[in-house]
């Protein structure tokens, strides 16, 4: 999954939790006469005019011309639509149709049909982002950072995102089929998955016995702000020691999630994020209704799973220094998408910022690297070993004071 969002703004969950999946700002529309219209506004950037005369020569063609009559004009403005979305090569700029669309507000309340885990582009090529924590992906043995060469013997390197995440989901109790190369390897595996109805609780919380609570964020979803702040209200009346918090396979979600999570670690006031837009405008997003665990001793856990939301959490704290991070670089999503609704119910996510750390730091595309670097390898994960939370338990005692 790939979002991150604010009403209306989303730091996508770049990935999907593979479903990947208000008004489009422009838009097509087929006349009763078979003309098309087009209402585009002219750019306020840009003093060009738009010329649509090429795309209403194409349309009256076909229409007069191709063999295979009548054309299915619904689906004809959806294909305009995507050719338009593919040719800005944004892997985070998304039209949905209105199945799609639904899909796509299932998976950002936390409830949807899958193999759970979220996928997105890296250096043009489909990678696993992270599997959800006791899904049919992470079952079958899916890590973060997998290739995923083909999808039911299609080979990916043909798809688009959002193609791929639509062949990936699926009714559960049907099965997919995933040809996987992992990094170190050089034979593919395949991965027979079979998908299953997945509910994802983005916040869990463990109380050791020596005073350590351990939080885990699965992602930050609609509930997740209101339930973050009562884990932190419960942790000072637990007279909670230190906090390790768990961002590993995190691939983001609401903005606003992701500030109000940071902003409980902060003074009130203090800078989380800064937005970015295309003509240099910059937003700085402050902590408020925060505070409750300013002081405490924290350390961060993340992972190349760790995206968007997720690393404005970590680039807040890593930045403001109250908190150490501990695992390895995180992904690297840094721009911002805003959810428009179209008619018909369909819908785009569109991006329309970068997001900046609090020091200016842009992370997308490089990630966030950790104070301290602990790999967690595959024999690792195997033989159900943790270095990287055993060593953050090491460095929060060290912090705790005694």
């Known amino acids: ?35 098309w219209t087009a209402p585009f506004q002219e750019p306020k950037t840009s003093s060009a005019s738009v010329d649509f005369t090429l795309l209403n020569d194409v349309w009256g063609i076909l229409q007069k011309q191709y063999v295979s009559q009548p054309i299915n004009t619904t689906t004809a403005v959806y294909g305009a639509v995507r050719g338009l979305i593919d040719s800005l090569k944004d892997p985070y700029t998304v ?5 799609e669309s639904k899909s796509f507000q299932e998976e950002i309340e936390g409830t949807f049909d899958g193999i759970g885990a979220e996928i997105g582009m890296k250096n043009e090529q489909l990678v696993v982002i992270a599997p959800l924590p006791k899904s ?44 996987i190369l992992r990094t170190g390897e050089t034979e593919p595996k395949e991965f027979s998955i079979t998908r299953e109805s997945i509910t994802v609780q983005s916040v869990t919380t463990e109380y050791r016995d020596d005073g350590i609570a351990y939080l885990t964020l699965s992602y930050f979803g609609p509930n997740t702000a209101r339930d973050f702040q009562s884990a932190a209200n419960e942790m000072t009346m637990k007279d909670v020691k230190g906090i390790i918090l768990d961002l590993r396979n995190n691939p983001g979600g609401y903005l606003d999630a992701a500030v109000s999570v940071a902003s409980q670690f902060v003074e009130n006031q203090t800078t989380i994020v800064i937005e970015e837009e295309a003509d240099g405008t910059k937003t700085t997003l402050r ?27 970590a680039g807040a704290l890593q930045d403001l220094g ?17 959810l428009e609704d179209l008619d018909g119910g369909a819908s785009l996510k569109v991006t329309v910022a970068k997001w900046l750390t609090p020091k200016g730091r842009s992370i997308h595309e490089q990630g966030i690297a950790p104070d301290v670097v602990v790999e967690r390898t595959e024999e690792d994960y195997s033989n159900d070993r943790d270095p990287q939370f055993d060593r953050a338990l090491e460095i929060l005692k060290e912090k705790i004071p005694q």
């Open 1 to 35: 999954m790939d979002f991150m969002l604010r009403t209306p703004r989303i730091i996508t969950f770049l990935l999907v939790l593979v479903l990947v999946l208000s008004s489009f700002v422009v838009g097509y529309a087929v006349g009763t006469k078979g003309s």
């Open 95 to 99: 039209f949905f149709t209105p199945e």
């Open 136 to 179: 049919p992906a992470e079952r079958a043995g899916l890590l973060a950072g997998d290739q995923i060469l083909s999808i039911d013997a299609v080979q990916s390197k043909t798809l688009s995102l959002d193609e791929a995440v639509n062949r990936i989901r699926g009714a559960k109790g049907t099965t997919v089929v995933l040809q």
């Open 287 to 313: 902590s408020e209704n925060g505070n409750v665990l300013s002081g405490m001793p924290t350390v961060v856990l993340v992972d190349q799973g760790s995206a968007s939301g997720s690393e404005i959490v």
């Open 322 to 338: 109250v908190a150490t991070l501990i695992g390895v670089t995180t992904f690297g999503k840094g721009s911002v998408q805003q």
